[in-house]
């Protein structure tokens, strides 16, 4: 559970802030069944991180898992520096067990963003935590009286090392493992009367906001699950949205129930002004991939419905609420909020488009290379002890990487060198798949132009229909299935970028794909000594 954030101890202009983070396993038992977790400091989630707009952060990590790590600040830039973006062998050579790792960057955003584990399964195993950028002149400041920090997450009671050699296997006829339950803010339910364990807490508790009659709350809403897509809504209070993915918007939008699919992010504005009562919060999860009874977990007695948090008005007596939910919308199911209506404070896109890239997203197709498409695959791998940003430093032809490498080089001049001052990059994703992906890009957010709405098959959608004045600007956006998503951003950031579906499923199966933006200017970037103190070669 997460405490009130205090605002931060005020000071003049930017500061160093330090933390120290040590990752460790440790037995906790979350919705009640006790497996090992993947934790830092113990804690699972992960400690919120803070920081103010301009701040530097110092984020000491000391692998003490027994394995290699590597930590991503999702949502983080990195800008000017791709060194410590966390992504093993494409920004980093992994942190050995019993290493540490200094993490060092200035952070020019302010919003709600997250930090997870980049190596292996560790992020469905619990290594993730939030990270939360203030601006103590963000103009909503005085549009609510106190913040909180809520996550929303899938949980499952085996762990990757047991769920990833069945999910790889090339005799899989399953699909994406079933979770057992869902937790918000780090806290689950499980029916202990169906496990098959002998250590269930049928007493597990419940996440439980208490909030003041006639105060208004911040909420920063994370959906840090491993592939799990949920409408979020809080009994008889609707909510107004204020910032998306690490971007304030303008005007707020209030809705009854948030879509948000895994990643992303939301900042909303309760207003406790009902009876003093207590109400559900509730986060129902939308499994987003059908199921065969070949599929990891396929008879989980995981609650869909309800998995449930209290909002608790102060002074309100114990009772279990006995709250009205809002009417389930199945047109919000593994969907994201409109990108239309979430127009961003003061930004608007970049109108001269240098580049279009189009990526094919299946499975298991091998990766095939052309001058303008690429085409997704489902064999990513990266070298682990030679990073793709350092063998381009060192010289190497950003079109000799091997094929499972899935890289897709791009710099200042399109192959029909069109210069513009402000020149951007539309990315055409579309999913050749029956089923949604999150995808999310490092180095970059991004504006919505196009979202595949009322799109069918896979030609590609008409740019007379794209929206060029006010999309969402966001870091992870929901691909539909057979169909195409279009997303457009600067072409300012030099450095290797991973884009891949958040849902960790997908990306341990190769859903994956490193941009090599701007590849002249990388070049003369230099290695930080420490950054390749842990490569082999
Ligand atoms: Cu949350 Cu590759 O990122
Ligand atoms: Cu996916």
Known sequence: MFKILKPLPSSNGPVTRCYNLELVIKELAPDGVKRPVWTVNKQYPAPIIQANYGDRLLINVTNKLGEPSTIHWHGIFQTGTNFYDGVPGVTQCPIPNLQNFLYNFTVNQYGTFWYHSHFAGQLADGLKGPLIIHNPKDPYLKEYDFEYVLTLSDWYHMTSVDIHPILLSPNYKGNDPIPNSGEISGIGQFNCSTASRDSCNPNNGIATYTVKKGKKYRFRIINISAATHFIFSIDEHPLTIIEVDGHLIKPPVTLNTIPIHTAQRYSIILNANKSIKNYYIRAKQTICTPINNQTINYNSSVNYENVMGILKYEDANVKAPASKPYPFNASEECRDVNPNILKPYDIKPPQCVTHNIRIMVSFG???????????????????????????????????????????YTYDRYSINAIYCNDAAVDLYITANTSNSHPFHMHGHSFFVVYNGENQTGLELPDPSKFNLVNPAFRDTVTVLGNSTTVIRYRLDNPGVWLMHCHMHWHLIKGMALQLIELPSKIKNMTVPEDVFAFCAS
């Not at 091998?366 to 030679?386: E, K, M, P, Q, W």
């Open 365 to 407: 197709k091998l990766a095939t290379t052309g001058s303008i498409a690429f085409i997704d695959n489902s064999s990513f791998v990266a070298n682990a002890n030679y990073p793709t940003n350092r063998r381009i430093i060192n010289g190497i032809n950003t079109h000799t990487f091997p094929q499972y490498e899935n890289t």
